[in-house]
């Protein structure tokens, strides 16, 4: 991509979550986006074809960073046991804290209620793929268990955002694994 593409699809991602402070996602209107962009209104047309549109493509840009973090810890290994993955292996967290600004706007608001459920499945649909990666010899529905987790670690998102993201994402991280330490030793 264009670096001034890039330059000006970022300024309307910042005019965006600047607004979002101020207003709801309802509220807003393009020559809002412009003009704190600024940015003319073709421009943002030559781009997108409303606001809707421009949040989708921040979500989607968001989804694909948030697969990448979450496979980070794996990309380059043949064999991967959950108990061996140290905090400073988990990514997760620190996608989310570069992303804070977007994370807390989606999750205190109504923007796009389908929000949660698009991170729960892009996360669980990531586990799926571990497990057919990295088959171990659970006798737990594999289906279930995927939906737990992803459910669980986008909990420990939102509880992240309500808290003003008080913790380090190296703290999030720890305590994942305490987390999942537990609940595997109790099984």
């Given amino acids: 991509m264009d670096r001034r593409v890039k330059k000006t699809k970022k300024a309307f ?6 607004l979002l402070d101020q207003k709801t996602f309802q509220q807003i ?7 704190e962009a600024d940015v003319n209104r073709g421009t943002f047309y030559k781009h997108y074809r409303d606001k809707e549109e421009l949040l989708d493509s921040i979500i989607e840009e968001i989804l694909m960073d948030l697969k990448s973090a979450y496979q ?3 990309l380059h290994t043949s064999h991967f046991s959950i108990q061996t993955l140290t905090p400073s292996m988990i990514k997760i967290f620190d ?8 994370y807390r706007q989606v999750i205190k608001s ?10 729960c499945d892009v996360i669980r649909e990531l586990i799926l793929d571990d497990v057919a990666s990295f088959p171990d010899s659970s006798e737990a ?3 279930l268990l995927a939906t737990y987790q992803a459910h669980a ?35």
């Fill in 29 to 35: 209107t393009i020559t809002d986006i412009v003009t």
């Fill in 95 to 102: 996608h989310v804290y570069h992303h804070q600004a977007f």
């Fill in 153 to 187: 670690i986008f909990g420990m998102i939102v509880f992240w955002a309500e808290e003003d993201f008080s913790h380090s994402p190296a703290y999030m991280s720890e305590q994942l694994l305490y987390i999942i330490h537990a609940k595997t030793q109790q099984v």
């Fill in 110 to 119: 109504t923007i796009r209620p389908s929000f949660q459920n698009q991170v």
């Fill in 72 to 74: 980070d810890p794996y």
């Fill in 13 to 18: 991602n910042q005019a965006l979550f600047t």
């Fill in 141 to 143: 529905n594999l289906q």
